[in-house]
């Protein structure tokens, strides 16, 4: 029978482990103990017996009938022993640094990144939960407001899940858990500082700059939303005015080239653009058309 004692969890808990000595055997004859562990052989035959280590590391003399002997294991190591009244009884303790298999690892949380701007996400993983199990992800946000879902874990015991932070939140921090449902163990908080968002700044650009009249001139946008269609107006030196709608790729950025018409006349050229599924406008870029 195996006696676990009220070590601390997360360490490797010493044990105290009992071998009979019956019927002129140890029972059982191969143990396995983590280090710091008590063996206590108790002697439940009508002769006497000793448990005497192959080594000299113990021996306990001989033991009568109803009574024990104790070893404390404080090294790792296979130690072999024997009975010296009986030489053909033999039995062997093995005592290893690992955590019992049974003993479940820490579940614990982490955000990835730990500093988010209102509108963003970040990664929470989640890692040393029981496996292929349900786990209770769970978080409070700035405005003191909870969530949580129920998320099905890996056979490695881990999940990943997508975490955005809305503005109706506010910011501050943002504390993020889960409940191992099989173990009843709460993660420690992952904590993520939800800040202010960064005002996107959108420009505009050309080259060459100035350009001659006649010549073509390419107009580059950046900063705009991915994959959006922008707007771009600009007014010429004659008073008219042009307009192109542009798609804005993947990095919110787009180009075109515009020939420097001679009729609307040398002087400045000047563009805005205007992103109208965010709100974003330009500051005026000049180009100079020179004659
Ligand atoms: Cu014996």
Redesign the pocket.
């Known amino acids: 029978m195996l006696v676990v004692d009220g070590a601390a969890p997360g360490t490797a808990r010493a044990q105290t482990v009992s071998v009979a000595?019956k019927n002129?055997s140890f029972q059982p004859s191969s143990l396995t103990v983590p280090i710091g562990s008590t063996v206590t052989w108790t002697n439940q035959?009508s002769?006497?017996?000793?448990s005497t280590s192959d080594t000299g590391a113990w021996d306990s003399g001989g033991i009568a009938p109803g009574q024990s002997f104790q070893h404390t294991f404080t090294a790792a190591g296979t130690f072999t022993y024997h009975?010296?009244?009986?030489p053909f009884?033999h039995g062997t303790i093995v005592v290893g640094a690992a955590v019992p298999s049974s003993m479940p690892a820490h579940p614990i949380v982490q955000a990835t990144p730990t500093v988010v701007p209102v509108g963003g996400t970040t990664l929470v993983q989640g890692s040393g939960f029981t496996s292929t199990n349900w786990a209770f992800v769970f978080w409070q946000r700035p405005d003191r407001t909870a969530h949580g879902v129920w998320v099905f874990t890996s056979s490695t015991g881990t999940f990943a899940l997508r975490l955005g932070f809305s503005p109706r939140h506010g910011t501050g921090s943002e504390f993020i858990t889960a409940f191992d449902f099989a173990t009843r163990t709460w993660a420690p908080f992952a904590v993520v500082a939800v800040t202010a968002a960064v005002p996107q700044v959108a420009t505009l650009s050309a080259a060459p700059n100035p350009v001659v009249n006649g010549g073509i001139s390419s107009i580059v946008g950046r900063g705009f939303a991915p994959n959006t269609l922008v707007i771009v107006q600009w007014r010429r030196p004659d008073a008219t005015a042009g307009a192109i709608t542009i798609f804005a790729d993947n990095s919110g950025s787009f180009a075109f080239t515009l020939l420097a018409d001679p009729r609307h006349g040398c002087g400045p050229r000047t563009f805005v653009a205007f992103d109208p599924s965010i709100g974003l406008q330009t500051a005026p870029y000049t180009l100079f058309v020179s004659c």
Not at 47 to 50: G, K, L, R, S, Y
Not at 83 to 86: D, G, N, P, T
């Open positions: 000595i002129f035959d002769v006497e017996h000793t009975c010296m009244i009986h009884m």
